[in-house]
């Protein structure tokens, strides 16, 4: 392989995005009980991801777009207790700020700092992420996400723009993801070479066709790789 650049997911790939999310809604819930406790009391944590779901379901035109369903989601919930002013913006960003506050997986980092030294980085991601709220935007040229670009992966388009940002032919660029179908299949599909970051020693699913280029347990391998090679 002659690797000239690298995309990159991050969610689950560079920290567990579960923990961040569950914070996020708690935080939520939290100023709803002291502020509009009518709301949080028809709305708790589950009711409100059912809302969630049954918004992305009505509302396939913005698959791409998870800031703009749980926009949509905590307004139908005020929309439903009669709460003509919703207070949409300060509750998203105190569910944006606790969405950010993630704990990097230990290897993310130092292997980061070392990658970032010897190719152009472009975070490539589905989720909302912020790279600056996270604190690790140094290391990256580009930031391509479904949200500004209107496709999400595993869409060829997506990683099309990340190509296109890099200015770097698909051949020449190792997409690194821990998503088998998302990330994998989709860079792969789409002309990329790939990297699956299989933090758990997980077999590879045969129904997705060709193997990755790379089975690596962790970031720290990568960059180990990438070594290796220069």
């Excluded at 950010?100 to 989720?127: C, H, K």
Aim: hydrophobic fraction near 50%; charge should be negative.
């Amino acid at each position: 392989m002659h690797i000239l650049a690298l995309t990159l997911d991050l969610d689950d790939t560079l920290w567990p995005v579960l923990p961040a999310l569950q914070r996020a809604d708690e935080a939520v819930d939290a100023w709803l009980r002291q502020h509009h406790p009518d709301v949080a009391l028809k709305w708790p944590i589950d009711a409100m991801r059912a809302l969630r779901l049954q918004v992305a379901a009505e509302r396939t035109d913005l698959a791409h777009d998870f800031t703009t369903q749980r926009q949509l989601t905590l307004q139908q919930a005020f929309d439903a207790c009669g709460v003509i002013e919703a207070p949409v913006d300060a509750l998203w960003e105190i569910y944006f700020a606790a969405r950010n506050a993630v704990e990097l997986y230990a290897d993310s980092l130092p292997a980061l700092q070392r990658i970032a030294a010897r190719v152009p980085l472009a975070s490539l991601t589905n989720g909302n992420a912020d790279l600056h709220r996270v604190g690790i935007h140094t290391h990256f040229a580009h930031h391509v996400c479904a949200r500004d670009t209107g496709f999400a992966k595993p869409d060829p388009r997506i990683f099309q723009a990340a190509a296109d940002c890099l200015g770097v032919a698909p051949a020449n660029i190792l997409h690194v993801g821990d998503d088998p179908a998302m990330d994998v299949a989709g860079a792969r599909d789409a002309g990329l070479r790939t990297a699956w970051i299989n933090r758990h020693g997980e077999p590879w699913p045969e129904a997705l066709g060709a193997r990755p280029d790379l089975d690596l347990p962790d970031m720290a391998a990568l960059a180990d790789w990438l070594d290796a090679q220069a």
